[in-house]
């Protein structure tokens, strides 16, 4: 499955999901001092960007330390991503960080909120695939990140402005087309294993 910049942007999106956060931002934010949440907004953001380009970059590198193949890989974040858009599809919004009450540093926001495993899981495999493209995923990240920043920021505004119910069905829809992206990323795995082996 070859990517463009404007599909990894839309996969980044998919798969950092901020609008199916907002519940868990604006829990994790509530015990914020409303002075610092700018800054800690732009802190947290950071994190979980250099987590990110630190993954993208030691892409190849941890592929050949742990002998992995860009097949298994493939098919492995498949699964993941398929995870993920099951729990967005069918799980209700769970506020897991719910009564935290300390200003957040790197947990949860930063990691495993934006940096978790499936968005980890997609740098590693659109650098493992185009090395060349750097560039590209490099911006879409970039692009991505800012959205989940902006987002953050914004959560509490937009939750009121949105409505639960809207939050709601944009997470269900995001979910869709992420179970069809899956889908798409282990059938391609599979596909070249069985072709190339």
């Known amino acids: 499955m070859d990517h463009t910049f404007l599909s990894a942007l839309v996969l980044l999106l998919l798969v950092l999901d901020p609008l199916g956060s907002l519940p868990v931002f604006i829990s994790v934010l509530r015990g914020v001092d409303p002075r610092r949440r700018t800054r800690v907004v732009l802190r947290e953001t950071a994190i979980a960007f250099a987590v990110l380009l630190a993954f993208m970059f030691s892409g190849q590198a941890f592929l050949r330390l742990m002998h992995l193949s860009e097949r298994s890989l493939e ?3 498949g699964v993941i991503l398929l995870v993920i858009a099951m729990r967005m ?3 209700s919004a769970q506020h897991l960080y719910a009564g935290e009450e300390r200003e957040p540093f790197i947990f949860p926001l930063a990691v495993p909120l934006m940096a978790g495993p499936s968005a980890m899981a997609t740098v590693l495999l659109l650098a493992s695939r185009a090395p060349d493209r750097m560039p590209d995923w490099v911006g879409a ?7 989940c920043a902006l987002v953050l920021w914004a959560s509490e505004g937009l939750r009121r402005l949105l409505g639960d119910s ?19 990323m282990i059938l391609a795995g599979l596909k070249r294993y069985f072709l190339e082996s």
């Open 141 to 147: 990240l970039t692009v991505a990140m800012a959205v």
């Open 89 to 91: 599809i069918f799980a």
């Open 166 to 184: 809207v939050v709601t069905a944009l997470e269900k829809l995001m979910g869709l087309v992420l179970t069809a992206i899956a889908v798409e």
């Open 75 to 77: 098919v492995a974040g």
